[in-house]
Each structure stands twice: as structure tokens, then as C-alpha cells.
């Protein structure tokens, strides 16, 4: 139950190829994130799973079953739109019930069935409302109850946060990710927010330009990026790319060090530079540091670090923190 | 904006046009409702005499009042059903995409644009004739007997032509509104299973529901005083059988040179076209607000 394969999977509008190819295994109950730069594919993957949109070629077995030609109804998944996609004129009780009744279920039976869905969701309140009364998250919420009625086999989302504010995309990150634990159905998400992708994944799954870059648990990205595109993807600020004389020193062509990992001192280090702007936020401090031959580097320090504009400073990367890629930006391990 | 002072100079700017646009419709208005009241006859000039109430006693208990009254209904209720399932069917249509749709909207609208009285001559002539008509050779051609449709079903024929000058204006606004349904409400529609029909159902129609309600509203004001079609086609006739209001109006002033029976005849149009439209916004206007 709930596990989906894509095999050799390919999309083509038009003369332009928006997915290649694509090989793809999604275990039952995990919780899948599809990241990647806006235009990668994300949303295309995610409709080809769903059924709404054709494959170009190969093939996508759902639940053990061969699902290329099925009709989106027929292979059990639902979808959380990132426009909700609520029907306006029906309340949100008949919002969650509409996918029972078009399977023709008992009236009692779908009554308790939103009730359930509704008490989870903390939405029994709002149950007679339309759609229009009721605010961002709720509607959120109502669609996710219309996902969840149908016992699916697995939950598409395709950026279902993108439209709340950062407080309340917060708090749904958390429900989302319970809501997992408590029904442990297979979900993908879609999302190009990179702190939703670490906290809520098992697996992510970083795209670009329709080809996957790395599949793997978010620390596994964080520590071994393959490539330099997922290295320069994941992780926030991004990793500090070093090229030429500094990077063969280490051996490889490029290297690559995350603003965590340097050292920052005031009197001796690696690499010398001058403080262009410092962001204090009291907990971290950012400093963006015109480094004397390699241009401008990120650093990070916990607390305080009192440094300001046109200060000295000397960076040096942490020992095995540095990241080698040769010339074709796949990593040396 | 809304401070009192911008809202006296708003008044003022408005009252010219607020003051033109009353007596435009005060002055015919109180001189139809003056004329109802005369005994006033183009064939007896300078006779005019106060009549009280006669000319609506006459015109209310005359017995192709209420076969008028029958007709425009009748026009009324059946030109609105044809052109409003018509018109969502062909919005269905044209909203899918096809080959030369653009040639296709085009066709569909054109007879929006033609005159009345034409539209209603080409059917007269072309289609309904029972000797020439283009139905007359094709109930020749599978070998039967040519129907007489404007004498043996005239106000049936009636609502078809004005149907078909309708059914463009009803599709067109249809369409619109299915164009703005939401593509990704059709999309989480099908995940949940509905098929076509039930997406009709509970997503189209309801989404529709505003358009269709405008649909109505304004064919019913004008479907109220159609008059040219049957003037060109069936001259109200065989006897009244397709004589509206409007039409019977017209008899009474211009066939029979009653200015004050016809005026006694308008204004009761009038209160008659009011009750229907009290009775519309009861059913339907409430779908308006919100
Ligand atoms: N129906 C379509 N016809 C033609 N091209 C399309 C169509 N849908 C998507 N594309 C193209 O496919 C590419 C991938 O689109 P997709 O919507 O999957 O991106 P995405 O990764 O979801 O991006 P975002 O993060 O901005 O949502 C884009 O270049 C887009 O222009
Ligand atoms: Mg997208």
C-alpha cells in the first residue's frame, strides 16, 4: 500500500521537454519533498503522479500497479492544490464530503467520516461556512480534510503553504508533518522553500530542469551533496563556492564550504577579508566578508560577534568540512 | 472619497444628468398615462373627451388581451428555455478546444447581428415557406407532406426565430463565465472522482448560476415588447393566435386609430412587464448578490 514507482518517466509539451527522464522510488508511508528552482518541473512531476496530466513515456506504478494509463480518479491519491481549489458555492461540510458522495457512500457514514475529519482538523466549527468566510489557513485546512476523507493510498501537495504567512506556514508545517505521523500515508510534497523541505522530509528529491540531482534524507543532502547544484541548493545561506589556486590546494577544482562551517577570528586564519555588511540577529550573526582573491564569502557565528562594516577578519574552514567537487561539479568523496 | 464634502459636489455634478434622464422617461410616461384616460381617435380629430377609466374596461376585457397575454408569457418562458439550455450547451461546446475555433465563435454569433425584421424574413421566406422553404424540400425529400409552420404553429415559430436571434447573446455570456471557471477546481473535481456529468452538476451549473440569472434578466426585458418578428411574419395572426402585447398595442393605435385604448394598453404593459420583473428579482435575484 502507498508506495509509487516512476520508471523511465518522460514529459514533452510541445517541442519543449519540461522532464527527460526520470527513475524514482517513493516507499510506502514516506514523506517525499520535491525540491528545485522555480520552471525545474516540480509541478509536472507532481500532476503526472496525480493523472492530470499524460506521460510522454514510460511508466508509474502505484500500489504495486501499473497506474500510466489510469484515470485520476481511479488511482487513489489525492491532491492538495496550492489554490485549495475549495468549491465556492458549497459549504465546507459538503467541500469534504464531495469526494465520498461522488463514491456513492451512505449519508451516515459520510456524516461521521467528516465529522472525524473535521474534529481533527480543528474545523467543526466552521462546517456551515462557505469557503469565502473563512480565512487562509482554515481553507488550507478544509482542503487538506477533502484529501483525507477518501483513506487515499498517498497525499500529493503541490506548494499548499505558499500562500499563508510565514507565522501561520510555520504552524501548518507542524500539522502537516503530525498529521503524517498520526495517519502514516505515503505524501509528496512539492515545495521550493527549503526549511519546509528539511523539516517535514524523509526524502528529498532535489530537481533541476526536469533531471533528479540527488535523492536522499535531508542531513544526507546537507553533509554529501553529490553535486554542486544540490550543495549550493540546500543549506541556508548558501555554501560559499570557492574556485582556482585555494580549491586545487585542496585538490579538486572547486570546493565548497557552508557559512557554518568557517571559523571567523580577528586576528589569524586562512583567508583574510573585510567586512561588508554584518547581519546581528542575536542569535546568529551573518557576515558577508570580501575575501582578498576569492570574492565575497558568507560566515556564520553563533551569538554575538562584534565585527563591523570595513572590519578585518579571518576566515578558516572547519576540518573535513570542506566540500570537493572536479570539474564536471560532481563531488570527489 | 466618501468625505461629505466630495459627496455634495458629486451630487451636484450628477443632478443635470439625473434631472435629463427624468424627464425623458416623466414626460412620454405621463402623457401615455393622459392619453388613457381620453377617448382618442386618429379618424375623429379634435374630438378628445375625458373618458375615465373606459379605455382600460375595454382593453382588459377584450378577449385577445388575454390571448396576448398568453403569448408574450409564452414568448417569454419558451425563447428563455431554448436560449438558456441552448446556450450552456453550445458554451460547452465552443469552450473545447477544436479546430477553427475562431471561425466557429464568429458563426455563432452572427446571428446576434442581424436585424430583426431581417432575421425574422429570411426564416419567413427561406426556411419556413411551405412551397420555397428550405424545410419544405427537405420534408419533400424523405416524403412528407411540407408543414405550414406559420400558419399552423405561428407562435411556436415565433419563439423559434427570436430563439435563434437570442441563443448567441446567451451563449456568448455563458461562455465567458465558463472560461473564468477555475482550472484547478475542475482538476481536484476529477481527483475526487466526479466525472463529467457530476462536474457539471456541482461545479459548471453553480459556478454559471450568476451568468445564467443575468442571461435571464435581460432577455426577459427585451423578450417583453418583441414586435418585429411578428409584424414580418404572421402579422399577429392567423386571427390573434400569435398577437403579444406589444403587438396588440400596436393594432389598437395604428390598425384601429385608437391613441387612447392603445395608451390605456401600454400602460397596462407596463404594470405587467413591473410584476414580472418583482417576481424575477424575488426568484432569481438573489443569486446577484454576494
Ligand atoms: N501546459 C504546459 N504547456 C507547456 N509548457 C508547460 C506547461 N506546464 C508547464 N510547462 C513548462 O514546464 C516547465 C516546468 O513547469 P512546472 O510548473 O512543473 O514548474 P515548477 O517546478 O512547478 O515551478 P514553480 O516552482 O514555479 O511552481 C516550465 O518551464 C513550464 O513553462
Ligand atoms: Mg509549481
Redo the contacts between chains.
Keep these: 500500500m502507498g508506495s509509487i514507482t516512476l520508471n523511465n518517466v518522460s514529459k514533452v509539451f510541445g517541442a519543449h521537454t519540461v522532464i527527460p527522464s526520470i527513475d524514482l522510488n517513493i516507499e510506502e508511508g514516506e514523506f517525499v519533498v520535491f525540491v528545485g528552482p522555480s520552471g525545474c518541473g516540480k509541478s509536472t512531476l507532481l500532476r503526472l503522479i ?1 493523472g ?1 496530466e499524460d506521460v510522454s513515456g514510460g511508466k508509474i506504478v502505484i500500489d504495486g500497479k501499473d497506474a500510466t494509463e489510469l ?3 481511479k488511482r487513489r ?3 492538495v ?3 485549495y ?6 459549504s465546507v461540510r459538503s467541500n469534504i464530503a ?2 465520498l458522495k ?2 456513492g457512500e451512505d449519508a451516515s457514514v459520510i456524516d461521521k467520516k467528516v465529522a472525524d475529519a473535521a474534529r481533527v482538523l480543528n474545523l467543526t466549527d466552521y462546517l456551515d461556512r462557505k469557503p469565502r468566510q473563512l480565512s487562509g489557513g482554515q481553507r488550507q485546512r478544509v482542503a487538506i480534510g ?1 484529501a483525507i476523507v ?1 483513506q487515499p493510498v498517498a497525499f500529493l501537495f503541490d506548494e499548499p503553504l505558499s500562500n499563508l504567512d510565514a507565522a501561520l506556514r510555520v504552524n501548518m508545517r507542524l500539522e502537516i508533518s503530525q498529521l503524517h505521523q498520526q495517519l502514516k500515508t505515503t505524501m509528496v510534497y512539492v515545495t521550493h522553500d527549503q526549511v519546509e523541505a528539511m523539516t517535514m522530509a524523509d526524502k528529498i528529491v532535489v530537481l533541476n530542469r526536469g533531471n533528479v540531482e540527488q535523492v536522499g534524507s535531508p542531513l544526507d543532502l546537507y553533509h554529501h551533496p553529490d553535486n554542486l547544484f544540490v550543495a549550493g541548493f540546500i543549506g541556508s545561506p548558501k555554501m560559499n563556492i570557492i574556485t582556482g589556486d585555494i580549491a586545487k590546494g585542496y585538490g579538486a577544482h572547486t570546493i565548497g564550504v557552508r557559512p557554518e562551517h568557517l571559523d571567523l577570528s580577528t586576528s589569524a586564519g586562512a583567508w583574510r577579508g573585510t567586512v561588508g555588511v554584518a547581519e546581528h540577529l542575536g542569535s546568529d550573526t551573518f557576515l558577508h566578508v570580501a575575501v582578498d582573491k576569492v570574492g565575497t564569502m558568507t560566515a556564520r557565528v553563533g551569538g554575538d560577534f562584534p565585527v563591523r562594516h570595513g572590519d578585518q577578519v579571518y576566515l578558516s574552514p572547519q576540518e573535513g568540512r570542506v566540500h570537493r567537487f572536479d570539474e564536471t561539479g560532481l563531488a570527489i568523496r | 472619497m466618501a468625505t461629505l464634502h466630495t459627496r455634495s459636489a458629486a451630487r451636484a455634478m450628477m443632478a443635470p444628468s439625473v434631472l435629463l434622464l427624468l424627464a425623458w422617461m416623466i414626460v412620454p410616461l405621463a402623457m401615455t398615462i393622459y392619453f388613457s384616460f381620453l377617448r382618442y381617435n386618429l379618424l375623429m380629430p379634435g374630438m378628445e373627451e375625458w373618458a375615465g377609466f373606459s379605455n382600460y374596461r375595454y382593453f382588459l376585457t377584450d378577449p385577445a388581451f388575454f390571448q396576448a397575454l398568453f403569448n408574450t408569457l409564452a414568448i417569454v418562458v419558451g425563447v428563455l428555455l431554448i436560449t438558456v439550455i441552448g446556450g450552456i450547451a453550445l458554451a460547452i461546446l465552443l469552450d473545447q478546444p477544436m479546430f477553427g475555433q475562431g471561425i466557429v465563435r464568429i458563426l455563432v454569433i452572427a446571428p446576434f447581428l442581424i436585424m430583426p425584421t431581417v432575421a425574422a424574413l429570411v426564416w419567413k421566406n427561406m426556411f419556413m415557406n411551405p412551397v420555397n422553404g428550405l424545410f419544405a424540400h427537405l420534408a419533400k425529400a424523405v416524403g412528407l407532406q411540407p408543414y405550414d409552420f406559420l400558419n399552423n404553429a405561428p407562435l411556436m415559430s415565433i419563439i423559434v426565430i427570436v430563439a435563434w436571434q437570442w441563443l448567441p447573446f446567451a451563449t456568448l455570456i455563458l461562455l465567458t463565465a465558463l472560461q473564468s471557471l ?1 482550472e ?2 475542475k ?9 463529467a456529468w ?1 462536474r457539471f452538476i ?2 459548471t451549473l ?2 454559471l ?1 450568476r451568468a445564467i440569472t443575468v442571461v435571464i434578466l435581460i432577455q426577459t426585458i427585451f423578450l417583453l415588447s418583441v414586435f418585429a418578428e411578428i409584424l414580418v411574419t404572421t402579422n399577429g395572426g392567423p386571427g390573434t393566435q400569435s398577437t403579444n402585447l406589444t403587438f396588440l398595442v400596436y393594432a389598437q393605435a395604428l390598425l384601429q386609430f385608437d391613441v387612447g385604448g392603445a395608451s390605456a394598453g401600454g400602460i397596462i404593459a407596463v404594470i405587467l412587464a413591473n410584476i414580472v420583473a418583482f417576481f424575477l428579482m424575488r426568484m432569481i435575484g438573489k443569486t446577484l448578490e454576494a
Design positions: 496525480a492530470l484515470a485520476p480518479a491519491l489525492s491532491m492544490f496550492q489554490s481549489a475549495l468549491y465556492p458555492h458549497m464531495f469526494p461522488m463514491a477533502r477518501r | 477555475d484547478e477546481q482538476e481536484a473535481a476529477q481527483m475526487d472522482g466526479a466525472g457530476s456541482y461545479l453553480p459556478h448560476s
